[in-house]
């Protein structure tokens, strides 16, 4: 999977500090893949349309970021309307800020991954007040499953985009000493594939219980900008991330997640591995 090229990067919005913070993290990145922004606004009822509003604020982005810019404006549920736009113009990336529509919700439960879980493309998860212009460190957690490599080449391409490092983490059960060596033995193969690649990496790995809250840790321990995760709805054999771990990594975390939606194959040859 790869961000395309002259694409839509599709930004829901309501003014607020969040949804404003996403459309400014949007910039180098549409910039360095020639796409253009649309801006998306929801809203429940007749007389929140806010026109004057999204047009200026359009006018502005375009202006700020020196790409292509457009609005809509739509009636109904942030959720439905986000993924049924995302696929109707055919969006390559979703970049949303969380909390200014989840305010009212269940920030823990099913907030955020019930817009995550139906999007058609790749989403970026906005929560923190503070980010960096660019990205120079991107966290990379994998476990054995076939569609966590699948984030590898999406890795490699925001590497290349911004000259950024990219900093591996396995993490596994403290109890399992059989996944454990399956998974070091990996995580170098993927960090040499990495390094071929002419990109700066470097792997450590964790014993854990605590999933979510030991890659979000790690993550402000290395100042990561970006934490790079699976859409995984289910657990396999080979996984030790399941979906709920991805879930609660962008239901906590303080930097930007990019959550990938699984491609439909049932194994990806990029390594060459049997694990």
């Known amino acids: ?15 607020s500090k969040q949804s404003l913070s996403a459309i400014n993290q949007s910039y180098n990145l549409a910039r360095y893949t020639h796409s253009k922004l649309v801006l998306l606004h929801v809203y429940s009822k007749t007389g929140e349309e806010s026109y004057d509003a999204l047009n200026k604020l359009t006018k502005q982005t375009e202006e700020e970021s020196g790409v292509p810019t457009e609005f809509m404006n739509v009636k109904g549920d942030i959720y439905e309307e986000t993924d049924r736009i ?19 919700r269940d920030i823990v439960g099913s907030s955020a991954s019930k817009l995550i879980r139906k999007v058609p493309c790749p989403i970026i998860t906005i929560r923190g007040d503070e980010h960096r212009d660019g990205c120079e460190n991107i966290l990379l957690p994998i476990d054995l499953s076939n569609v966590s490599r699948e984030k590898v080449d999406v890795a490699v391409q925001f590497a290349q985009f911004f000259g950024a490092s990219i900093r591996i983490l396995g993490v596994f059960d ?21 390094k071929n690649k002419g990109i700066s990496c470097t792997n450590k790995s964790i014993p854990t219980k605590q999933i979510a809250e030991t890659v979000v840790e790690y993550a402000n321990k290395i100042e990561a900008d970006l934490i790079m995760i699976m859409n995984k709805p289910s657990l396999g054999v080979s996984e030790f991330f399941g979906g709920t771990d991805a879930q609660r990594i962008v239901d906590i975390s303080n930097i930007p997640v990019m959550t990938i939606q699984p491609q439909k194959r049932e194994s990806l040859t990029h390594f060459g591995t049997g694990l």
């Open 1 to 15: 999977m790869q961000i395309k090229e002259r694409g839509i990067i599709l930004i829901p919005i309501d003014f």
């Open 86 to 104: 995302a696929s109707e113009i055919n969006a390559s990336l979703i970049m949303v800020g969380l909390e200014s529509h989840m305010r009212f």
């Open 174 to 194: 403290p109890n399992d000493a059989v996944y454990e060596n399956k998974l070091l033995a990996y995580s170098h193969q993927v960090k040499q594939f990495i």
